[in-house]
């Protein structure tokens, strides 16, 4: 499964851009690797880690502007076409786990 966050949230105040760069911030360090400007992606295992991801995301949100989220499959995911652009091959995202006996 994956989780996809869209975000728009206001950036006109000094205030508002602190707690953009903050919600940002929080998830790149989550795990989340960005799609595009304001759209961000990361693999779950199942719908309870995807429960779980959901709540600390709404724990760590701004007051202000809008944040959504889309739980979609894998396959789902693979059949994004591209008009424009390609797939960024230097970023590493695949359902393979290292395991360490």
């Known amino acids: 499964m994956r989780l996809l966050i869209f ?3 206001p ?9 953009y760069l903050k919600f940002r911030k929080y998830l790149l360090n989550d795990g989340f690797l960005m799609m595009q ?4 992606s990361k693999i779950v295992l199942n719908s ?13 949100s701004p007051n202000k502007g809008i944040i959504q ?3 979609i499959t894998e396959r789902q ?3 994004i076409e591209y008009i424009i652009g390609s797939h960024n091959q230097k970023i590493i995202d695949s359902e ?3 395991i360490v006996l």
């Open 7 to 9: 975000f728009d949230l």
């Open 11 to 19: 950036n006109v105040y000094a205030k508002d851009r602190k707690n």
């Open 37 to 40: 400007e304001s759209v961000y």
């Open 48 to 60: 309870q880690q995807a429960k779980a991801l959901t709540n600390r995301i709404r724990a760590n």
């Open 69 to 71: 989220i889309l739980i």
């Open 77 to 79: 995911y693979s059949s």
């Open 96 to 98: 393979d786990r290292l």
